[in-house]
């Protein structure tokens, strides 16, 4: 049978060829890691053949989730960003690092206060960045997550591309902003985005919004050591 995860890669590399890119291309050299160049597939594509295998196939769930998986890796597709398991799982199942960069989102949107705007000279402009603070409590929170997941990445170093690809960077960057008046909560966070974007393709994600908030907490707290 042509099966549902060779559909799902043709479709996902035609999506790509349109774009005039290749899987996998990067401009971007990097010293201390080269990003390997491979195919990618979102989460959503690989739920979809492993439901497609249940559904149109008639495969046990978990015969569905190991053809998925084989029928992707002998295509040349990288899953290390996927959550290999059946559709509709428990979120509790989840590894640790999905389930506390999931828990670093729910912070950033149940412990916001207030937000704030800074305004810094970036690229030979202004840089507007808005950010929202938390309270004291939930800045605990963000030092203690942050904490633990840098323990998850720095333990297997594929968890910092996991970690990439589950919005670990901007959320790490939002909440470092969020602490900006609480110095005392950043260094935990800054140590565990460090530990991210060990990985060449989460560096990538850091982005201009992410450079310009790192040099604004360097400017706000040029006399502390440990930020």
């Known amino acids: ?57 008639d495969m046990a769930p978990d015969e569905a989730l190991e053809d998925a998986v084989g029928q992707f890796t002998s295509q040349g597709v990288n899953l290390s960003n996927i959550l290999q398991r059946v559709p509709g799982g428990d979120p509790d199942d989840d590894p640790a690092t999905v389930i506390l960069c999931r828990k670093l989102e729910e912070l950033l949107s149940e412990g916001a206060e207030d937000e704030e705007t800074l305004e810094l000279s970036y690229g030979g402009g202004v840089m507007k960045i808005t950010f929202r603070v938390v309270d004291a409590e939930t800045a605990v929170q963000f030092a203690e997550t942050a904490a633990a997941l840098r323990n998850e990445v720095v333990s297997d170093k594929t968890n910092a591309n996991l970690a990439g690809h589950r919005n670990a960077v901007d959320s790490l960057v939002s909440v470092a902003l969020s602490l900006i008046r609480s110095p005392a909560a950043l260094p935990p966070v800054l140590e565990c985005l460090a530990a991210v974007i060990s990985d060449a393709e989460a560096r990538e994600r850091l982005g201009a919004r992410g450079i310009a908030s790192l040099v604004s907490l360097l400017r706000t707290h040029p006399s502390n050591s440990e930020i």
Not at 4 to 14: D, I, K, W, Y
Not at 27 to 54: G, L, M, P
């Open 1 to 57: 049978k042509f099966s549902a995860s060779c559909r799902a890669l043709a479709n996902h590399l035609t999506r790509i060829n349109n774009m005039g890119l290749r899987p996998g291309f990067s401009a971007h050299t990097d010293k201390k890691e080269d990003a390997q160049i491979y195919a990618r597939i979102t989460q959503e594509t690989f739920d979809s053949v492993v439901q497609e295998n249940i559904d149109e196939f």
